[in-house]
């Protein structure tokens, strides 16, 4: 299998933990706990910054020796509705107590202490289309440079509908040339409606070096150090994806491909 294309260690459980060392990368870090009723996550930050997303289900959370209550609201992801979500700066611990069975997400990347513990949604995020035609889809933008709640991190959830495209036209973020591009590590995490299904993501470099085409499975995850990324969902199947992002500096910019900027183009006149 590809080094890029992480499969979840089982169904239940801590099933992704994907560090920058084990990711061959410097920034960006994810994990998925997936919890019955009473059972607990809990980790300490370190050096490094957490958004929590519950994805799915109910908990009770502690943030940096604060108790946000019980959070979630959305029991299935495709629901679409904005998700409760917690910044977790560095030096400090959280905990994450399942009151339903849950999906969390914990997304992280240095940080600098520049923020404070707090809840980030849903309360500032909606949803919004992206798109048009087969290339439409709807965005939960939780903390995107807009959103100054963050020091590194750049999270965001994507719902692609049965039969479209999406992170496309093919583009890039692996060059550190602000402000024409921001170099960003990203992680893809897949889920697919109904479950059974699959979806289609290459990574691949216009020179070549790098292309690979992944076919991803409910809760697996997809790493992109470089390159291009498009993602397809077959007739049949919603994809969903949350998207971590993280590098040097907290900003999103990124160049077309090429040979595909004129479909840009065109939808923008």
Excluded at 231 to 249: H, K, R, S, T
Aim: proline residues 7%.
């Amino acid at each position: 299998m590809s080094k890029l294309h992480i499969r979840p260690k089982g169904v239940q459980g801590h099933v992704h933990a994907i560090t920058p060392a084990s990711a061959g990368w410097s920034y960006v870090g994810f994990d998925l706990h997936r919890l019955a009723p009473g059972e607990v996550a809990a980790a300490e930050t370190g050096d490094r910054e957490v958004i929590l997303v519950l994805v799915e289900g109910r908990g009770q959370v502690t943030a940096d020796g604060r108790d946000f209550g019980r959070l979630g609201d959305r029991m299935d992801v495709f629901e679409k509705t904005p998700p409760h979500c917690v910044y977790v700066p560095s030096d400090s611990g959280w905990a994450v107590k399942a009151a339903t069975t849950c999906t969390l997400a914990v997304c992280s990347a240095p940080g600098q202490g520049g923020h404070p513990a707090q809840v980030i949604g849903p309360a500032g995020i909606s949803l919004m289309e992206r798109g048009t035609s087969t290339n439409l889809r709807y965005i939960n933008n939780i903390a995107m440079e807009d959103r100054d709640v963050a020091d590194s991190l750049l999270v965001t959830e994507v719902f692609t509908p049965a039969g479209h495209w999406s992170s496309y036209p093919p583009h890039r973020h692996d060059e550190d040339d602000y402000p024409r591009m921001t170099y960003l590590e990203e992680t893809y995490y897949h889920r697919l409606n109904p479950a059974k299904g699959f979806g289609i993501q290459r990574v691949f470099t216009e020179d070549g070096s790098l292309d690979e085409t992944l076919s991803v499975a409910d809760h697996d995850v997809v790493l992109v150090p470089r390159g291009h990324h498009p993602c397809a969902a077959p007739y049949g199947y919603e994809m969903y994806y949350l998207n971590v992002m993280a590098g040097p500096l907290r900003k999103w910019r990124f160049a077309n491909h090429p040979d595909h900027d004129w479909i840009v183009q065109r939808d923008s006149v």
